[in-house]
């Protein structure tokens, strides 16, 4: 796939800068959101960060066509999500397919 070590760390580095600019532009969204909420008189929807985190990663797995076995062993072992089900039925339900 890479040529070299060099160019598969370039490429880590590349995905790396954009996973933080994806987190930066879901808070700046998430803000826009609460203004939003506020000037409609909409109480807050504010989900805890780590349920947020598995939420991005079930469908990060689901999007890569990773089985939904993995991703709920994933959640559970990894992130400690006791019922990950209600997150990869909306994960898995997203995908085209």
Do not use: H
Request: aromatic share 4%.
């Amino acid at each position: 796939m890479y040529d070299s070590r060099r160019d598969a760390l370039t490429a880590l580095d590349e995905l790396a800068g954009l996973v933080a600019d994806m987190r930066t532009a879901a808070d700046r969204l998430e803000e826009q959101l609460e203004v939003a909420r506020g000037q409609l008189g909409v109480a807050p929807r504010r989900e805890p960060r780590a349920l947020r985190q598995a939420r991005l990663v079930a469908l990060n797995m689901a999007a890569n066509g990773a089985p939904r076995e993995e991703a709920d062993g994933y959640l559970r072992k990894r992130l400690g999500i006791e019922d990950p089900g209600p997150l990869l039925d909306d994960a898995y339900r997203s995908q085209p397919g």
